[in-house]
């Protein structure tokens, strides 16, 4: 099957070239605030890989929370991309590298990015002709929801499409050197699959509860194709079985320093159809609850048994009591 349409990777290179020039306005809410198309990577903590992402316009990058700048610190994996079912020779990416300076795949273009009414879009083709777009906002405080949608502009089906995003959580504040080990977990808490970083003062969260997005931590700091397709339920390659998934693979309690990943695959891509698929990334400090915080996401029906109701609600919870029991026992007299 050929994917390839010459005219518009031209179009999208060319408009690559010029479409970026400053980063975008930044987004933040509550604790967290970030910011996408760096071209000039000014805020690498203590200088590090400044100067070396001119390549990669339209990355997520630069983001803090809590006071600690999370991505973009000493290993600046913030990658996107997509590849062919099992087929890692299709892999491609716009993964920027340790130093910042790598280009992406030959496969992987980014043609846009627009900052407007609180959101933040990039978007570009895979394979020539397989448009993206992925749309970043803050749906509340130190909750960003990310959407990666993908249409298929050729005149035939695609199979297997795959695509991806990988962050690899640090932890810098100030001085000479950034956390990069964090203690790392998987699992599934009412709907949503997850993945969670831990480090002293900051959680680090992936969330979904799309179908067919797998959740989980890759088995490094980096992302290469047989971990992706390990994660996505695929063979294991030369992961060597450390794709951490929703079923808990390659995760200990020992600290680690790993990247967070999503994949999501489609079967069938029909000419002309479009899919799109929601992750959440979540941000706390020492005092975050996960089921709470899944529980507030769209969707979410996480009842955390350790939350005490407010007095209004045990208020309401007791009125409600009452009145079930009047209505029984007047039902038990009209009846006798």
Known sequence: MKFFNTKAVMLAMGLSTVAFATPLAPLSSGNTSFLVNDTSRINGANGAAAGGNS????????????????????????????????????????????????????????????????????????????AWTKTYRFISADVIEEVFTVRNNSSAAVANFRGFTAYDPDLYSSGPTATVASVNSVGLIGSYNYALSTFAGLNVVLASQTLGVSVGVLANNFVNADCIVALAGGPNGSCGGGAGNSTGLGVSSAAADRALAYVFNINSLGAGASQSFTVYQLFGNNSFNLGNALAALPGGSVVDPNVVPEPGSLLLMGSACVALGLFARRRAKSNS
Do not use: C
């Not at 990058?61 to 099992?86: E, I, K, M, P, W």
């Not at 280009?103 to 627009?114: D, E, H, I, R």
């Open 55 to 130: 390549a990669n316009a339209g990355q997520l990058y630069s983001l803090t929370a809590f006071g600690f700048q999370v991505y973009d610190v000493a290993d600046a994996v913030h990658d996107s991309g997509a590849l062919l079912g099992n087929n890692t020779g299709t892999f491609t990416s716009n993964y920027i590298g340790g130093l910042g300076t790598s280009v992406p795949g030959a496969n992987f273009t980014t043609t846009s990015a627009v900052n407007s009414l609180g959101t933040i879009t990039t978007s570009g083709v895979f394979f020539g002709n397989i």
